[in-house]
């Protein structure tokens, strides 16, 4: 046991070594393009002062509102929500640069979200108004192949927002934030196919949208669009289930609600802290600290400076700045988070990128 623990100790402090080594980041924003936006844009993330270079356009592809990566860095996979339709885009590593390679029918309306699953053989991506989700497999040189998997979800009201793979990469959740629901299904990399396997049900008009991961794997954060609230749950790898353990509101306790929403539900990198972010009226980050026992959630408070319809949200992988995409106010603005209690302070920085939806960050190299 002694040697397990040192041994756990050893990597986690090499890998924040690691990240930490890191003096920059490239980092990409997916937008939905019109008049003035014609793609994805890019910039530089300075680790030294959390500044960003100017942005610029690296690669024009319509409305790409939710972008991942490839785990080989070469690629990057962008849904064109206004076209249904999946996007592959090569990497310049030395410029930033994308170019696009080819792109595939989402085979449903308004596909919002996708992820690359780690092994690198398939995109899977969920279609929000079409209310289903599908697996696209990946060719050797990046380029999409047709769908191999397609999933149609049944009930009055379906709206898939987004989808995830477990760490062991066995099974495939999916947001239906109609349903309310998280239906899951199994799934096999190597055939590239999505097979029912069950569903967790969210409170009665709650809206789940987007999910994320503690680092240990057994725990899963949502958050509920439609009443403001984000969920800890409980995941058993072994049967492929979620289990609820606590929902709370991410406003303020003195707040009146009247409408609004939330979109992205991020966990810092050290596992300690969970952000949620609410879009019109309230327009903030709410902060929520972890019980590192239990992983029950803490409101610690919310930080609302400058923001302005917070679409996505991101955390670079030191943990030192958060980005936020202000969708309505057309720019992206950082904060600097404080590692003992996870509070944002907002610094100086803040550049413009039209219509922004979506951050995610890559080492330059």
């Not at 995830?164 to 239906?176: E, G, Q």
């Not at 991961?213 to 949502?222: L, Q």
């Not at 929403?261 to 709410?286: L, Q």
């Amino acid at each position: 046991m002694r040697f397990r623990v040192s041994l756990t100790v050893l990597v986690c402090a090499a890998m924040l070594t690691s990240a930490h080594a890191q003096e920059k980041y490239r980092v990409y924003f997916g937008t939905y393009t019109d008049d003035v936006s014609k793609g994805v844009y890019q910039c530089e993330l300075n680790l030294e002062d959390g500044s960003l270079s100017e942005p610029t356009l690296a690669g024009e592809t319509s409305s790409p509102s939710f972008l991942a990566f490839h785990p080989n860095g070469k690629y990057l996979y962008a849904v064109n929500e206004r076209d249904a339709s999946v996007s592959a885009l090569a990497i310049d590593h030395k410029t930033g640069n994308l170019t696009v390679l080819n792109s595939q029918p989402s085979q449903g309306a308004a596909p919002c979200h996708l992820i690359v699953d780690p092994t690198g053989k398939n995109v899977l991506a969920a279609n929000y108004s079409g209310g289903s989700c599908i697996c696209i497999p990946i060719k050797a040189d990046g380029t999409l192949d047709k769908a191999s998997s397609f999933q149609q979800h049944v009930g009055k009201r379906i709206n898939g927002h987004s989808i995830h793979v477990d760490p062991a990469n066995r099974f495939a959740l999916c947001c239906d934030l109609g349903l309310d629901k998280v239906i899951i299904y199994a799934f096999d990399a190597a055939k590239g196919t999505l097979t029912a396997h069950g569903a967790f049900d969210t409170p009665k008009g709650a809206g789940p949208r987007h999910f994320a991961w503690h680092p240990d794997g057994k725990t899963a954060y949502i958050n509920g669009e439609s009443d403001l609230t984000v969920m800890a749950c409980d995941y058993d790898a072994d049967k492929g289930t979620l289990t609820q353990t606590q929902v709370l509101s991410t406003l303020p306790r003195d707040v009146e609600r009247k409408g609004g929403s939330t979109a992205e539900t991020v966990v810092h990198p050290s596992g300690k802290f969970v952000y949620v972010s609410n879009r019109d009226p309230y327009n903030s980050i709410a902060i929520f600290s972890l019980d590192p026992k239990t992983r029950k959630l803490t409101a610690v408070g919310h930080q609302s400076t400058g923001v302005k319809t917070p679409r996505n949200f991101a955390i670079e992988p030191t943990g030192q700045y958060m980005l936020v995409a202000n969708q309505s106010g057309g720019n992206v603005i950082v904060f600097r988070i404080d590692q003992s209690t996870g509070e944002l302070t907002p610094t100086s920085t803040s550049v413009k990128v039209p219509n922004p939806v979506c951050v995610r960050f890559m080492a330059i190299k």
